[in-house]
């Protein structure tokens, strides 16, 4: 079975979800994500969607718990990327992803987790792409 | 109907494999971009269904055309328990499989034609077709 990969960044996890995951891969990006958290006691989750064109309600419940989880263990979930079409077919599927926090990019989803979190940003923005650190 | 494939449903890695061949007729008959995604994620829904409560099956994909418009018809079968109140597993937020209850009223949603064929100890078929626009 496939894995998604977990990777530290600064104090955030970053997840970016490259493959058309089965059922079980996405459970186990679950339970990977919790543990990592403690291990890494990281307070922010960014989850990059972007590569997926689709998000079924598997996924859709998946991602909702994933943010869940995360909130009791003290870590924010970001879901970022989510393609337009992605989103126009979850609202119409009946899914409209309350609870879950989503930003348009990386970027903008680092910011967002920085806003609202007191933990030291800098080592993560100046891993970030450029663009990120560079506005004046 | 014709060219069909057909895909024997009994693993989560069947539900990606139908996910995938959908996808590739969709893009095919030149669905448009939301049009391919609502699709391919009720192929999802009933795919899973399939092998959740009708214990596998088979989901057959085919290109069709009515002399106006072509598009896509998929017919999922399997010999399962059958549903016994079809209203109420088409309802909202309704499940006896601890899901959401979305699965088979939300694909209903995204495809143009939703047929549903069920009797209790023999199976359900359920038959979605979407057209181009």
Redesign the interface.
Known sequence: MERVPILKLGEILLVSIQI?????VALQLQEDLAERIVATRCHGVLIDISAL??????V??TLATIASISRVLDAETVVVGM????A???V????SLPGIRTALNVELGMELLARDASFDFEDAASMAVDEAVDEP | MSDGERIEVGTDQDVVRVRQLVRTVAVSVKLSLVDQTKLVTAASELARNTLVYGGGGTVEVARVDNGRRRGIQIVFADQGPGIADLELALTDGYTTGGGLGLGLSGARRLVDEFLIDTSIGRGTTVTVTKWCR
């Open positions: 058309d995951m089965e059922d079980q064109d689709i998000v079924d309600s598997f859709g419940r393609r337009p079409a992605v126009i077919t979850l119409e599927l009946g899914l």
